[in-house]
């Protein structure tokens, strides 16, 4: 019987074993029995024979000692690896279980892009009420970055990385940018079949307070080359710029979160997919001062569970 398993089974007859760990991780952090005593609070007789105790539980010698020195068996060297990973599971099951045990409460603000906060954000934010009743989630929306940082949120889900050293971003989903139109606007105008064909099409722009998005970047040759598009129509509003391209207006860049249902489902064509768009990554964040807040440490976690779950499903309707 291996090693880890004994100590796994150990576990479940003696909750003192991990205590034990704990005090072995120290003895070799603190370099010496009577600084390890120092730091628990123990003297180091107390050290001595808790030390001795586990390596007659093992029947082995976890550490050489002398007069003036402390060094590790290659017993010792793998128990110690071993030891410092139960900790750190029984650390996050411990955690685990109080989240799941203790009713969350409070004010939970969440910001979002708009496409992506009505389409995937409110649905997650609705079961985690619902699990969670003593909450009350806010759920802002906007596609201005200026709105989405510069409030007090808890969470902030969005396109891109912010450089800001304040807040943690962990990726939700693959993502990239796609230019599409409906089947009714390419009968009607034709497929660009370069970048440089966008200026003969009505394009979709995205505005940004009083600036349009109407620069679009493509990979063309293994080299980024930006396209100056002449708007047809322009909103500061992403549902509505899908909305105009699902009716047939003209040609709209969307992210492939926003509209991969849409080409699933042959409402929305993407073209000039032979020329890559810059990628943008998707991202859940929060500030760092808040990340063991269990309201937004659960949230987070549910967030990045449903996600991985719904992308992983839609890859395989794309490739079954």
């Known amino acids: 019987m291996g090693l880890m398993l004994k100590l796994l089974l150990a576990m479940l007859k003696d909750m003192d074993l991990l205590s034990d760990m704990r005090l072995f991780a120290r003895i070799v952090s603190a370099g010496s029995l009577s600084a390890a005593g120092r730091e628990l609070g123990l003297s180091p007789g107390a050290v001595s024979q808790r030390l001795k105790n586990l390596e007659s539980h093992y029947r082995t010698t976890l550490i050489n000692r002398s007069s003036r020195t402390l060094s590790l068996t290659d017993e010792g060297r793998f128990f110690l690896n071993s030891a410092e990973r139960i900790l750190e599971e029984a650390t996050g099951l411990e955690s685990a279980l109080s989240l799941r045990t203790t009713e969350l409460q409070g004010r939970l603000r969440v910001a979002a892009p708009v496409d992506l906060g009505k389409r995937f954000v409110e649905p997650v934010l609705i079961k985690f009420k619902v699990d969670n009743p003593g909450l009350c989630p806010e759920l802002h929306l906007s596609d201005s970055l200026d709105d989405l940082v510069g409030d ?81 129509m322009a909103t500061n509003d992403g549902q509505i710029l899908r909305h105009w391209a699902l009716e047939g207006l003209g040609l709209a860049l969307k992210s492939s979160l926003d509209v991969s249902e849409d080409i699933r489902s042959g409402r929305l064509i993407e073209v000039l997919q032979d020329f890559s768009l810059s990628p943008v990554g998707a991202h859940i964040m929060y500030s760092k001062s808040r990340r063991e807040t269990p309201r937004i440490k659960a949230f987070v976690d549910r967030a990045l569970t449903t996600f991985e779950a719904t992308f992983k499903a839609a890859s395989s309707d794309q490739t079954g």
Do not use: M
Not at 154 to 182: K, M
Not at 196 to 213: A, S
């Open 152 to 232: 007090d949120f808890d969470v902030i889900f969005r396109y891109g990385n912010l450089q800001d050293s304040a807040l943690i971003a962990r990726p939700l989903a693959p993502n990239r940018r796609l230019v599409v139109g409906s089947p009714d606007y390419i009968s009607e105008h034709g497929c660009p079949l370069i970048p440089g064909d966008l200026v003969r099409h009505k394009c979709l722009v995205l505005t940004r307070g009083l600036e349009k998005l109407d620069r679009w970047t493509f990979g063309i040759g293994g080299e980024p080359t930006t396209v100056q598009i002449i708007a047809s």
